[in-house]
């Protein structure tokens, strides 16, 4: 099993930005990949951004050029970098591991979210 804890959200105002952390625990050897989705009020679960142990990036159209996600895989950490926020950007955003082989991602363990609720 694996454990993950996110922290880093919070209220800010458009055009602001803001860090999110990952924290990932317990049988990590058996990760090659993590990502952060995001779930909006009325609307499905999204992928926002992925990253693989070994470099390779994933990440939304509406993201591409405000976040950033990195990995530190000595710390079993991951983090999202979020630039230019938007009001659109306001969801609760979960951590999330698992492998990727080629092109195909797949996560299988989830954190509990983290608030990100941006004001115009």
């Known amino acids: 099993q694996v454990q993950l804890v996110e922290s880093g959200g919070g209220l800010v105002q458009a055009g602001e930005s803001l860090r999110l952390s990952c924290a990932a625990s317990?049988?990590?050897?058996?990760?090659?990949?993590f990502g952060w989705y995001r779930q909006a009020p009325g609307k499905q679960r999204e992928l926002v951004a992925a990253?693989?142990?070994?470099?390779?990036?994933n990440y939304a159209d509406s993201v591409k050029d405000r976040f950033s996600i990195t990995g530190d895989n000595a710390r079993n950490m991951v983090y999202l970098q979020m630039n230019s926020l938007k009001v659109e950007d306001t969801a609760v955003y979960y951590c999330?591991?698992?492998?990727?082989?080629?092109?195909?991602?797949?996560?299988?363990?989830w954190g509990q979210g983290t608030q990100v609720a941006v004001s115009s």
């Open positions: 990253i693989s142990t070994f470099g390779s990036t």
């Open positions: 999330t591991a698992g492998s990727v082989t080629g092109r195909s991602w797949k996560f299988d363990y």
């Open positions: 317990g049988s990590t050897f058996s990760i090659n990949a």
